[in-house]
């Protein structure tokens, strides 16, 4: 599998260029509002002091890693904001490989490819542990996989693409395995305000020097081009090999960005202590209505389906259709819908595609994926 080169564009690529209307499902870019006081944090930003449009400090505004560091219960010597959750990602991976004796990350099938491809630029070793027919993760197969070569294990919950969300008595155990092979569990949270099973727990709650968490505002605010995530590293009392990973992020980060946009930082900052919990609900309850008819019309396709219990996806099998490329693009000429090919996600659903339901023409996609298998495959 060719992790190092993503299809997301090439799809995104081929639907721009397509014939006719297409809808486009391919990516996970929230299609509703920011928060209002986001936009006023810029707006207020706009007019300070010119000397606040110089570098903020590289680990991010102290202001914004104390009010992330009170949410998630943490010291704010812990938290190091990042470009996006993508770079905080690769600290955590690039910094585990660099502490640790093995040279080993694990990781889920399917995987979002991000994290394969990450993990194959870093030089790492890929292991890839299969999820059970709803998708769900046995950690008892992790402890099975894993040992002293292991460097790294990578889970995302709630997950993409699966849309599974992974309980208390899984988190715990992946921590416990990490410790046990002297490795590093990373546990990407950025679909946390997206949990629709109430099971969600975040990796934080477990009081351990072998996890790290990472997260970032673009999916809970609305904001994916913004770049503004960060990673919670742990307490700096780890034994050698381990050293303090968060002071080697810190460096790594520095050297590679310098810094994360300060106005953002603000604006995000601005949002997070003047925005309810019902700026959250109401984007939940987006999500769980527009489930609800996607996977509605699947049913009278014949189709089989993931019933997500977080994040924004979902991942079906058509019947005679596999989760080719060529599949896809088969699909957007003749049904005007863009969905993800399943292959990109690795083996174990690779004859599925992958539809990301932030779009407010979900119900019409629905509705046209229903009409066109209703009359048949016309391959």
């Known amino acids: 599998m060719d992790y190092e080169t993503p299809q997301f564009f090439r799809v995104m690529k081929y639907a721009s260029e397509a014939e006719g209307d297409v809808i486009d499902m391919v990516s996970g870019n929230p299609d509703w509002e920011p928060p209002e006081a986001l936009r006023e944090g810029l707006y207020e930003y706009a007019d300070v002091d010119s000397g606040q449009f110089q570098y903020p400090p590289s680990v991010g505004l102290t202001a914004l890693r104390e009010e992330i560091a009170a949410r998630r219960g943490v010291d704010r010597s812990r938290v190091i904001v990042t470009n996006g959750a993508g770079?905080?990602?690769?600290?955590?991976?690039?910094?585990?490989?660099?502490?640790?004796?093995?040279?080993?990350?694990?990781?889920?099938?399917?995987?979002?490819?991000?994290?394969?491809?990450?993990?194959?630029?870093?030089?790492?070793?890929?292991?890839?542990?299969?999820?059970?027919?709803?998708?769900?993760?046995?950690?008892?197969?992790?402890?099975?996989?894993?040992?002293?070569?292991?460097?790294?294990?990578?889970?995302?919950?709630?997950?993409?693409?699966?849309g599974v969300t992974y309980g208390g008595d899984t988190i715990e155990e992946l921590v416990d395995v990490a410790e046990d092979c002297d490795a590093v569990l990373v546990s990407d949270e950025v679909y946390d305000h997206f949990d629709y099973s109430g099971k969600f727990r975040s990796a934080l709650s477990v009081d351990s020097p072998s996890r790290i968490v990472t997260n970032s505002f673009s999916k809970s605010m609305a904001i994916t081009g913004w770049r503004v995530g960060y990673a919670i590293f742990p307490d700096a009392d780890r034994p050698v090999p381990y050293g303090d990973l968060a002071d080697a992020a810190r460096t790594r980060h520095m050297l590679t960005n310098v810094a994360t946009s300060r106005p953002a930082q603000a604006a995000v900052l601005h949002a997070l202590e003047h925005t309810g919990p019902e700026y959250h609900e109401a984007a939940r309850d987006r999500m769980e209505e527009r489930i609800d008819h996607f996977t509605t019309a699947l049913d009278e396709t014949g189709a089989e389906y993931t019933d997500p219990e977080g994040s924004f996806y979902v991942m079906a099998r058509f019947p005679d259709v596999g989760g080719t490329l060529e599949d896809v693009k088969w699909l957007i000429d003749e049904a005007g819908v863009a969905g993800m090919p399943g292959e990109a996600f690795g083996e174990s659903r690779a004859d599925w595609i992958r539809f990301a339901l932030v779009s407010p023409r979900v119900e019409e996609a629905a509705q046209r994926l229903d009409e066109f298998f209703a009359e048949g495959n016309p391959r």
């Open 87 to 162: 770079e905080a990602n690769h600290l955590a991976m690039s910094g585990a490989l660099e502490a640790m004796d093995g040279n080993e990350i694990i990781m889920v099938d399917p995987v979002y490819p991000y994290y394969a491809g990450r993990a194959g630029m870093l030089g790492a070793d890929r292991t890839y542990v299969p999820v059970d027919e709803d998708g769900h993760l046995d950690a008892g197969t992790v402890r099975d996989l894993a040992s002293k070569e292991t460097a790294a294990i990578v889970v995302n919950s709630p997950n993409n693409p699966m």
